[in-house]
């Protein structure tokens, strides 16, 4: 099983609908969970990270994890056609500076 | 300007040769990374070193060496062993302060 995995689509979802994205991840001991962006021939770019059980909103992005279920998500609410991008779910087990990153997830919001 | 700064943007390797990528930061970041990302794969670690004169290896370190001589520096060199060189290569780096790890803007490295 990989550590951490991710549907790598395309998600297609229309402009102002919310975009879901998953990631399941292997080791229970990972503390620390991140969500980056990547346009197209960029770096990644830090959008949201979470530590805890539940939900953490900002803006229009709410990471939630549940960690008994081993599973993190991104909602991407009121989608815009510049959140066309990929999306790279990255973990942290405790006590290591490592990150662990999935595949990612090609997002496409359609005008 | 805090950040990480990545040269060249482009760069071409001849077949035997070894061609050194250059990482910066001035974030006064203890670790640095080098990843090696292909086209629709995620980030796979090469290297990273948590102090000056320290390194480890990561997940596909054959055929790549680096140096942490100064802890604003981390230079990754791809030696004529790496038989696969072509990928986007990006460094980053993190605070002990900070778990967020952040990125410099990549090196797209192709053969000719």
């Known amino acids: 099983q990989k550590e951490v995995e991710q549907n790598s689509g395309p998600l297609s979802v229309p402009e102002g609908a919310i975009a879901s994205l998953n990631c399941t991840y292997s080791d229970r001991v990972s503390q620390s969970f991140f969500w980056y962006r990547q346009y197209s021939g960029k770096s990644p770019e830090l959008i949201m990270s979470?530590?805890?059980?539940g939900d953490k909103e900002d803006g229009r992005f709410t990471a939630q994890l549940n960690k008994a279920s081993q599973y993190v998500s991104l909602l991407i609410r009121d989608s815009q056609p510049s959140d066309s991008a990929t999306y790279l779910c990255?973990?942290?087990?405790?006590?290591?500076?490592?990150?662990?990153f999935g595949k990612g997830t090609k997002l496409s919001v359609i005008p | 300007d805090g950040g990480i700064t990545q040269s060249p943007k482009y760069l071409f390797r001849k077949e035997g040769q070894n061609v050194t990528l250059s990482c910066e930061q001035n974030?006064?970041?203890?670790?640095m990374y080098w990843y090696r990302q292909d086209p629709g794969q995620g980030l796979r670690l090469i290297y990273y070193?948590?102090?000056?004169?320290?390194?480890q290896k990561g997940d596909i370190a054959e055929g790549y060496s680096v140096s942490r001589e100064k802890k604003e520096s981390f230079p990754l060199t791809v030696t004529s062993a790496q038989k696969n060189p072509t990928a986007f290569y990006l460094c980053a780096s993190i605070g002990t302060q900070n778990e967020k790890l952040f990125f410099g803007s990549g090196t797209q490295l192709s053969v000719l």
């Open positions: 990255a973990v942290r087990k405790a006590g290591s500076y490592q990150l662990t």
């Open positions: 070193s948590q102090i000056v004169n320290d390194f």
């Open positions: 979470i530590y805890s059980n």
């Open positions: 974030l006064n970041h203890d670790a």
